[in-house]
Nanobody, 126 residues
Framework: QVQLVESGGGLVQPGGSLRLSCAASGSIFSDNAMGWYRQAPGKQRELVATITSDGRPNYADSVKGRFTISRDNAKNTVYLQMTSLAPEDTAVYYC????????????????????WGQGTQVTVSS
């Protein structure tokens, strides 16, 4: 059974920081790349960061230099450290395993599972 539990969200002022956690069931986590997504009101879900099973990260341009993704394979947990938060980072954040698809113009990432966790709300506001 797919199980993804996100936590760590909250209300933070612009410029602040948060650390999100995602606990995944072992069947999801082991040997899989993992990703953090976010969905703002009225917008499509977007991928913000990925990390391979051996720890190689990749970031969307919008968060590069501000967010850091990491994973603890012993705990089946992936983290997202967010700094210099801005109002446009406000969204519900989700995690999922991701599939990497190499292409001529780069690597594309797709969520592995249709079932998502409840997400964790991040609100950046003064």
């Amino acid at each position: 059974q797919v199980q993804l539990v996100e936590s760590g969200g909250g209300l933070v002022q612009p410029g602040g920081s948060l650390r999100l956690s995602c606990a995944a069931s072992g069947s999801i986590f082991s040997d899989n790349a993992m990703g953090w997504y976010r969905q703002a009101p009225g917008k499509q879900r977007e991928l913000v960061a990925t990390i391979t099973s051996d720890g190689r990260p990749n970031y969307a341009d919008s968060v590069k230099g501000r967010f850091t993704i990491s994973r603890d394979n012993a705990k089946n947990t992936v983290y997202l450290q967010m700094t210099s938060l801005a109002p446009e980072d406000t969204a519900v954040y989700y995690c999922n395993a991701v599939v990497e698809v190499p292409a001529a113009d780069g690597t594309y990432y797709y969520p592995s599972y249709d079932s998502w966790g409840q997400g964790t709300q991040v609100t950046v506001s003064s």
